[in-house]
């Protein structure tokens, strides 16, 4: 079955951390950029980071350099993102996304399969 499917949202502190997975199915993961898009209520969609093929070049929103890491394992099929040193404005619903070999990771133009999403917030 074609699908990404995220899990590891939560609630958590200011300054706390999260580990999100994406876990795919059904394509040739090891051939596609895999990314994390954000939405806040009211806010546009945003590319947050993205990891190509074979995991050597990565992308990071300014916002979240130096906080997030991004991962992927091409046996298991999976990415993940961790976020440490988290803000109230990294409160949002996060996206796992198939994006194309060599496409954008800061628009999601390219996107060619959304996963359902995961709310994290971040509140004390």
């Known amino acids: 079955q074609l699908q990404l499917v995220e899990s590891g949202g939560g609630l958590v502190q200011p300054g706390g951390s999260l580990r999100l997975s994406c876990a795919a199915s059904?394509?040739?993961?090891?051939?596609?950029?895999i990314g994390w898009f954000r939405q806040a209520p009211g806010a546009a969609r945003e590319g947050v980071s993205c990891?190509?093929?074979?995991?050597?070049?990565?992308y990071y929103v300014d916002s979240v350099k130096g906080r997030f890491t991004i991962s992927r394992d091409n046996v298991e099929n999976a990415v993940y993102l961790q976020m440490n040193s988290l803000k109230p404005e990294d409160t949002a619903v996060y996206y796992c996304?198939?994006?194309?070999?060599?496409?954008?990771?800061?628009?999601?133009?390219?996107?060619?399969?959304w996963g359902q999403g995961t709310l994290v917030t971040v509140s004390s």
């Open positions: 996304a198939r994006i194309s070999r060599y496409g954008s990771c800061r628009n999601d133009r390219d996107v060619g399969l």
């Open positions: 990891i190509r093929a074979t995991g050597v070049n990565t």
């Open positions: 059904g394509f040739a993961f090891d051939y596609y950029t």
